[in-house]
T-cell receptor, first 112, second 117 residues
Framework: GQQLNQSPQSMFIQEGEDVSMNCTSSSIFNTWLWYKQDPGEGPVLLIALYKAGELTSNGRLTAQFGITRKDSFLNISASIPSDVGIYFCAGLFSGGYNKLIFGAGTRLAVHP | GAVVSQHPSWVICKSGTSVKIECRSLDFQATTMFWYRQFPKQSLMLMATSNEGSKATYEQGVEKDKFLINHASLTLSTLTVTSAHPEDSSFYIC?????????????FGPGTRLLVL
């Protein structure tokens, strides 16, 4: 079945540092989505990517849809303490009812 | 826009009882909703796909008679955990698909924490 490999599993950084995380897959996806989940809450959509090569920003966040459609990365610039949380990539599998395939998540901790 | 709500946000019940969780898309219509389950420190695991007006599609290993799904309208899907047992304790999250201009995005509800005693 489809799988997403998300890395790193966790990161512990200093406030102000930039962060980069990525997801790769052996399958092709038509859409890549990046979510952030805070403890005890549902995932919140950060960025949606719909085209191969697309580079999209949302404030300090930037994400790209890989040219091969098998990978994506998310960058966070100038991290702040509220960036703490778990970040998930998800690929939208366009077969049947468009199921999302999730990465395992990147747990981010920011030291003030 | 694209807000999804869940009710209740948390529930504690005795073993053997049934629990119903509601998922609503507040400002858009969703022909498809999804139900996920998340254990501590793990990613989301898809349980089933809920389609308005038809039977839900369950993922492998998910018992359809235990997790009853009803997608009554374009804005409401319900998940009923029947005869709940302690091992059913988990964080249940729904999502709804919003479509526009040929693009699809899934928006998630805030989750429901279930504790079965």
């Amino acid at each position: 079945g489809q799988q997403l490999n998300q890395s790193p599993q966790s990161m512990f950084i200093q406030e102000g540092e930039d962060v980069s995380m990525n997801c790769t897959s052996s399958s092709i996806f038509n859409t890549w989505l990046w979510y952030k989940q805070d403890p005890g809450e549902g995932p919140v959509l950060l960025i949606a990517l719909y085209k191969a090569g697309e580079l999209t920003s949302n404030g300090r966040l930037t994400a790209q849809f890989g040219i091969t459609r098998k990978d994506s990365f998310l960058n966070i610039s100038a991290s702040i303490p509220s960036d703490v949380g778990i970040y998930f990539c998800a690929g939208l599998f366009s077969g049947g009812y468009n199921k999302l395939i999730f990465g395992a998540g990147t747990r981010l901790a920011v030291h003030p | 826009g694209a807000v999804v709500s869940q009710h209740p946000s948390w529930v504690i019940c005795k073993s053997g009882t049934s629990v119903k969780i509601e998922c609503r898309s507040l400002d858009f219509q969703a022909t498809t909703m999804f139900w996920y389950r998340q254990f501590p420190k793990q990613s989301l695991m898809l349980m089933a796909t809920s389609n308005e007006g038809s039977k839900a599609t369950y993922e492998q290993g998910v018992e359809k008679d235990k997790f009853l799904i009803n997608h009554a309208s374009l804005t409401l899907s319900t998940l009923t955990v029947t005869s709940a047992h302690p091992e059913d304790s988990s964080f249940y999250i729904c999502s709804a698909t919003a479509s526009g201009r040929g693009r699809e995005t899934q928006y998630f509800g805030p989750g429901t924490r279930l504790l079965v005693l």
